[in-house]
């Protein structure tokens, strides 16, 4: 997705403690400056960046770097209101806003991060060390942003830059062969060709096409490739239905464990129930309480002060991980639904595994005897649908997967109705024992949680690609007949299942359009010149014991759900920004998820309607809208003092605000 939306959310200067709240009130003294610069790289291409000053202070100041692909152009767009808050809420740091190679106004072309890396082009290192030679560069750079503008920080630190002090990534992955184009062989069709369409970059999909195994020329997109070079703490911050969770887990992990000396010891992780868009009122068909990321909105500016400006924070007592366990969304205040801090990811647990069993059950006892397995046929031209998961441009999150789970291409295995709470956190494995009479084929597996009424949420799922079951970088075709092993990561999670509930795992061949779909062919990647149905076999026998893994954890205590500090439970009208304006103002509101829609006026002192606007809640937790000055009719209006009203229901809140022309 674009950046914008996740900008404006974890932006805005309140919600986050007496501090960001002074600084807001005082929006005008920190006003800021603008100039167009082109960067030098070292291949003799230079790359369009918009340079931000703070307008009170003395230079040299630290920086904080935002490298993006979807236009640094701020300035008319309605995006202004970034740069406005990073300069208030940053006081006392320069901000520079670059665009990638061949991205907005940056010469060069575009070449999907192959150029931000560490490679014969190194873009990040370059503007990094660029900024540092400036003489109002105190030396001290941090780089921040998700998605895309994340992706660029973690290549960026790999390239080891010497000035670069400290990134703040959200929803993003330093391996990008592995965490978003393909899954264990499996082509991600709805991330990557419908992001390479919003960037008008569809030509790149044919260099998939030339390289579908994992190749040397995938490691400059491959943190892991060269962990000890990264030397810099990084705040990683990741949800359970995003798209690139694992990527921002495994960073985390090899960096705290591997990295290099300034980063071992000092990576920080937080994961939140949030898809990749973090601003949407709820991941999927359900809500979670107690879990909007703006319970974290300080942590990053304290986060930046912390390592570019050496002050005394919150970071310095700040658990290393903290994460989010879900649970039963009609029972909020159950076990469940609640953050738990810990020193390490993963927390201590016990794999236990689940059998399947021949009768669609799923047991923590094997079957001891020899049975015949389950089959079913998977068709190409008729594949099992995506409804959910860990998607981008298409539905995602928690979503019932009953309607799938009635086809007979999807087999189903469910526990007996929990009688106690089981509570896992951590990686979670399907070891599957399955026969094709087919050359090639995918197996995909998804776990969910069974309420009482029936519903069957979707919680994770994974998939694997036949001829990449042992590897990714060569290819082994099936033997039609044989049984194989597949080790089916379904990556990681945290969820409480309820007592009443039960827990569920699917299998089938396909997931569309999250997943490509496999011909069953055996050709090369999407050079196929037909279809075939395949036959598969599940087995789970006493040879063949086809299992779930959970990593079930033993004597947490999350029987109180915690209410943190500045949680928005309410509608609530937050101040404008600037205030007074000229020109255009920002007014921010928070409609949590089961609010009505709510209406937003302006009033002159005379009572008279100014300016309305209808919010709809489903279009996020936090809404900013903007006001140029004008009337309903279009016409300015006069300096002076005016009411803004934030009415939903019978609850109504109201604060001033002032235009000065």
Same mark, same amino acid.
């Given at each position: 997705?674009? %950046?914008?939306?996740?900008?404006?959310?974890?932006?805005?200067?309140?919600?986050?403690?007496? #501090?960001?709240?002074?600084?807001? %009130?005082?929006?005008?003294?920190?006003?800021?400056? *603008?100039?167009?610069?082109?960067?030098?790289?070292?291949?003799?291409?230079?790359?369009? %960046?918009?340079?931000?000053?703070?307008?009170?202070?003395?230079?040299?100041?630290?920086?904080?770097?935002?490298?993006?692909?979807?236009?640094?152009?701020? *300035?008319?767009?309605?995006?202004?209101?970034?740069?406005?808050?990073?300069?208030?809420?940053?006081?006392?740091?320069?901000?520079?806003?670059?665009?990638?190679?061949?991205?907005?106004?940056?010469?060069?072309?575009?070449?999907?991060?192959?150029?931000?890396?560490?490679?014969?082009?190194?873009?990040?290192?370059?503007?990094?060390?660029?900024?540092?030679?400036?003489?109002?560069?105190?030396?001290?750079?941090?780089?921040?942003?998700?998605?895309?503008?994340?992706?660029?920080?973690?290549?960026?630190?790999?390239?080891?830059?010497?000035?670069?002090?400290?990134?703040?990534?959200?929803? +993003?992955?330093?391996?990008?062969?592995?965490?978003?184009?393909?899954?264990?062989?499996?082509?991600?069709?709805?991330?990557?060709?419908?992001?390479?369409?919003?960037?008008?970059?569809?030509?790149?999909?044919?260099?998939?096409?030339?390289?579908?195994?994992?190749?040397?020329?995938?490691?400059?997109?491959?943190?892991?490739?060269?962990?000890?070079?990264?030397?810099?703490?990084?705040?990683?911050?990741?949800?359970?239905?995003?798209?690139?969770?694992?990527?921002?887990?495994?960073?985390?992990?090899?960096?705290?464990?591997?990295?290099?000396?300034?980063?071992?010891?000092?990576?920080?992780?937080?994961?939140?129930?949030?898809?990749?868009?973090?601003?949407?009122?709820?991941?999927?068909?359900?809500?979670? !309480?107690?879990?909007?990321?703006?319970?974290?909105?300080?942590?990053?500016?304290?986060?930046?002060?912390?390592?570019?400006?050496?002050?005394?924070?919150?970071?310095?007592?700040?658990?290393?991980?903290?994460?989010?366990?879900?649970?039963?969304?009609?029972?909020?205040?159950?076990?469940?639904?609640?953050?738990?801090?810990?020193?390490?990811?993963?927390?201590?647990?016990?794999?236990?595994?689940?059998?399947?069993? !021949?009768?669609?059950?799923?047991?923590?006892?094997?079957?001891?005897? @020899?049975?015949?397995?389950?089959?079913?046929?998977?068709?190409?031209?008729?594949?099992?649908?995506?409804?959910?998961?860990?998607?981008?441009?298409?539905?995602?999150? #928690?979503?019932?997967?009953?309607?799938? @789970?009635?086809? !007979?291409?999807?087999?189903?295995?469910?526990?007996?109705?929990?009688?106690?709470?089981?509570?896992?956190?951590?990686?979670?494995?399907?070891?599957?024992?399955?026969?094709?009479?087919?050359?090639?084929?995918?197996?995909?597996?998804?776990?969910?949680?069974?309420?009482?009424?029936?519903?069957?949420?979707?919680?994770?799922?994974?998939?694997?690609?036949?001829?990449?079951?042992?590897?990714?970088? @060569?290819?082994?075709?099936?033997?039609?007949?044989?049984?194989?092993?597949?080790?089916?990561?379904?990556?990681?999670?945290?969820?409480?299942?309820?007592?009443?509930?039960?827990?569920?795992?699917?299998?089938?061949?396909?997931?569309?359009?999250?997943? +490509?779909?496999?011909?069953?062919?055996?050709?090369?990647?999407?050079?196929?010149?037909?279809?075939?149905?395949?036959?598969?076999?599940?087995?789970?026998?006493?040879?063949? /014991?086809?299992?779930?893994?959970? !990593?079930?954890?033993?004597?947490?205590?999350?029987?109180?759900?915690?209410?943190?500090?500045?949680?928005?439970?309410?509608?609530?009208?937050? /101040?404008?920004? /600037?205030?007074?304006?000229?020109?255009?103002?920002?007014?921010?509101?928070?409609?949590?998820?089961?609010?009505?829609?709510?209406?937003?006026?302006?009033?002159?002192?005379?009572?008279?309607?100014?300016?309305?606007?209808?919010?709809?809640?489903?279009?996020?937790?936090?809404?900013?809208?903007?006001?140029?000055?004008?009337? @309903?009719?279009?016409?300015?209006?006069?300096?002076?003092?005016?009411?803004?009203?934030?009415?939903?229901?019978?609850?109504?809140?109201?604060?001033?605000?002032?235009?000065?022309?």
């Amino acid at each position: 997705m674009k %950046a914008k939306s996740l900008l404006l959310v974890f932006l805005l200067p309140i919600m986050s403690g007496p #501090t960001l709240l002074a600084e807001s %009130a005082v929006l005008s003294q920190y006003a800021s400056s *603008s100039e167009l610069i082109m960067i030098p790289m070292r291949d003799g291409d230079s790359l369009a %960046a918009d340079i931000y000053f703070p307008l009170i202070g003395q230079s040299p100041w630290p920086t904080v770097l935002v490298r993006t692909p979807y236009g640094r152009s701020i *300035s008319g767009s309605g995006e202004d209101i970034v740069v406005q808050i990073l300069t208030n809420v940053l006081a006392g740091y320069v901000l520079v806003v670059q665009d990638t190679r061949g991205r907005g106004d940056s010469q060069g072309t575009d070449s999907l991060y192959f150029s931000d890396g560490w490679g014969k082009r190194q873009d990040g290192y370059d503007t990094v060390e660029w900024i540092a030679e400036q003489s109002w560069s105190n030396g001290k750079i941090g780089m921040w942003g998700p998605s895309a503008l994340g992706i660029t920080q973690y290549l960026a630190a790999g390239a080891k830059p010497p000035h670069l002090t400290c990134c703040c990534v959200l929803v +993003a992955t330093g391996n990008l062969y592995e965490d978003a184009i393909f899954y264990d062989g499996v082509y991600r069709q709805a991330l990557v060709d419908g992001w390479l369409h919003s960037v008008k970059q569809d030509s790149m999909q044919s260099y998939f096409v030339d390289h579908p195994n994992y190749e040397p020329i995938y490691d400059t997109m491959n943190i892991y490739t060269r962990l000890d070079s990264i030397n810099v703490p990084i705040l990683h911050i990741g949800g359970w239905h995003d798209i690139f969770l694992q990527g921002n887990i495994d960073a985390f992990t090899e960096l705290q464990e591997n990295g290099g000396p300034g980063a071992r010891g000092n990576q920080k992780l937080i994961l939140g129930p949030w898809v990749h868009n973090i601003t949407a009122a709820q991941p999927g068909e359900i809500y979670f !309480p107690h879990a909007t990321p703006l319970l974290f909105f300080a942590t990053m500016f304290d986060w930046f002060d912390y390592w570019l400006k050496d002050e005394v924070n919150t970071i310095d007592s700040m658990a290393t991980v903290q994460y989010y366990v879900m649970g039963d969304a009609d029972q909020p205040e159950t076990i469940g639904n609640n953050w738990i801090e810990s020193e390490t990811w993963p927390p201590e647990y016990t794999p236990v595994r689940f059998y399947l069993q !021949p009768d669609s059950g799923l047991a923590s006892t094997s079957i001891p005897i @020899e049975v015949l397995p389950d089959t079913f046929s998977y068709d190409p031209q008729y594949p099992v649908l995506t409804r959910g998961g860990r998607n981008m441009n298409i539905d995602a999150g #928690t979503y019932d997967q009953r309607e799938l @789970e009635a086809r !007979p291409d999807v087999l189903t295995y469910t526990t007996e109705i929990l009688m106690d709470t089981v509570i896992i956190a951590g990686p979670v494995w399907v070891q599957l024992y399955a026969g094709s009479d087919a050359l090639d084929t995918d197996f995909m597996a998804s776990l969910c949680d069974v309420y009482p009424d029936g519903r069957s949420m979707l919680i994770a799922d994974g998939a694997i690609q036949a001829r990449h079951r042992n590897s990714i970088e @060569e290819e082994d075709l099936l033997t039609p007949g044989e049984i194989e092993s597949y080790t089916i990561d379904l990556w990681s999670t945290a969820v409480a299942f309820a007592p009443g509930h039960r827990i569920r795992l699917n299998i089938s061949s396909s997931n569309y359009n999250r997943f +490509a779909i496999n011909p069953n062919t055996g050709e090369p990647f999407r050079q196929h010149t037909r279809t075939q149905i395949a036959l598969q076999s599940i087995y789970h026998d006493l040879e063949y /014991p086809s299992t779930l893994i959970l !990593p079930v954890m033993e004597g947490v205590d999350t029987a109180v759900p915690e209410k943190r500090e500045n949680q928005p439970e309410t509608m609530a009208l937050l /101040p404008n920004f /600037p205030n007074p304006f000229n020109g255009w103002t920002s007014i921010p509101v928070i409609l949590p998820n089961r609010e009505a829609p709510a209406t937003l006026s302006i009033f002159d002192l005379n009572g008279r309607l100014v300016k309305e606007w209808t919010i709809n809640p489903s279009r996020g937790l936090m809404q900013i809208i903007k006001w140029n000055g004008r009337s @309903e009719a279009g016409s300015e209006v006069t300096s002076g003092v005016y009411i803004t009203k934030l009415q939903a229901k019978e609850i109504q809140q109201s604060r001033k605000i002032m235009l000065l022309k």
